[in-house]
């Protein structure tokens, strides 16, 4: 009998995945992706470290996927964190696990995680060929092929793993959302998730300033929903940095509600013990003017900024300063607020929100409902997930999960 042949579109992590796994179960497997390199994108995650999954069981993954976590309940089920590192320490790529049980090669090079996938897709003897899908051929409900740039793939199954939109210049140009809109699927809106964050004006003056141990508060329409210590970069946009990219994850509906983040400065000091190293600044300080009594508190490119909101005079001498000016400040350095315009455009966002609708999609094989022989993996699908390796753990699930039910799937094994 002759095996199965399967196209799968896109050779980034989902893709990959999904070619190995249904090579490996004897499929003849043709990989099309237009780079010249396999992926370019999990070549750049993790600032070049690649966060390639969490040692986490089934819920932590699902509590970190904010959007439709459920429909990846059997594609986890099968391939959760753990099996994603056994997989990887097969495939030859020591692990060590950090802080939040983020998952990261040994090495901290992402690219030998590219490596031992592209090692693996050789010895599976998967065809990988240059070339960028154009439209899938199908007929009666069915897939029966893909037509590139270069040539026609006649196929019993194919495996769409295109991406999102993010970071276009990596191939992710949403050209998968097409193929799949002109097989009857349709696409939920497209935006950004880690995204930076647009404000109105208060980075311009802060530019460039970067600020570790600080605390980020984000409240949607006066709640507070968010929040997390770490490290926040001021652009010249309004504001980045992990925080930042983190929290944007939280900010789901720019559409009909407002948010404002409030920055803690001084998170290890309680109001009082803050009171308290004013105090013995302002002594030390205490002919001073005021603006220029914060130099050993904060960092100077924040000092005006700062003077600016405590309404206290730059000029007043420290010694005057009444215990409700001191108070008014600790306020400012408590509650640094800045509030948010939108996001930053998706195509800057470190993954897509929004993608193939998860109601036409089988959880367990990840098949189309609407076309028989199409599946679907990776972030092309409208799912994603917080940082911590759980969206490259979904690209991960789902690619494992399409190529192995593709390969399985009886029509057209004679293709
Ligand atoms: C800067 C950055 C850092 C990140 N860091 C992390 C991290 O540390 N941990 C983590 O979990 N996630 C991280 N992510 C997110 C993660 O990289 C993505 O979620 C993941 O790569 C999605 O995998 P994918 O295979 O679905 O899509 P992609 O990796 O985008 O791959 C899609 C592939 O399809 C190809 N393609 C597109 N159109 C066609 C076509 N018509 N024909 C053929 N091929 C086509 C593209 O060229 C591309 O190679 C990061 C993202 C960015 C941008």
Known sequence: MMSKKIVIVGGGAAGMMAAISAAEKSAAVTLLEPNERLGKKLNITGKGRCNVTNNADLQTLLANVPKNGKFLYSAFSRFDGRDAMAFFERL???LKTERGNRVFPVSDRSFDVSAALERRLKTLKVRLLRDRALSLDIADGMVTGVRG???SYPAGAVV????GVSYPATGSTGEGHRLAREAG???????GSLVPLRDFGVGRDLQGLSLRNVALTVFENDKKIYMDFGE???THFGVSGPLVLSASAHMRHFDKKAYRLEIDLKPALDEGQLDKRLLSDFAKYANHDFANALNDLLPQKLIPTVVAWSEIPPHQKVHDLTREQRQGLIRILKHFPVVIAGPCPVTDAI?????????EINPTTMESKIVKGLYFAGELIDVDAYTGGFNLQIAWATGHAAGQAAAECNQGDEN
Not at 160 to 163: D, E, M, P, R, V
Not at 351 to 359: A, E, H, I, L, Q
């Open 160 to 163: 769409l793993a295109t991406g």
């Open 92 to 94: 030859g790529v020591p």
């Open 351 to 359: 993954v897509t929100s929004g993608g193939v609708k998860v109601s």
């Open 149 to 151: 740039e270069q040539g």
């Open 232 to 234: 926040l970069l001021f």
């Open 185 to 191: 699927h349709t696409v939920t809106p497209l935006q």
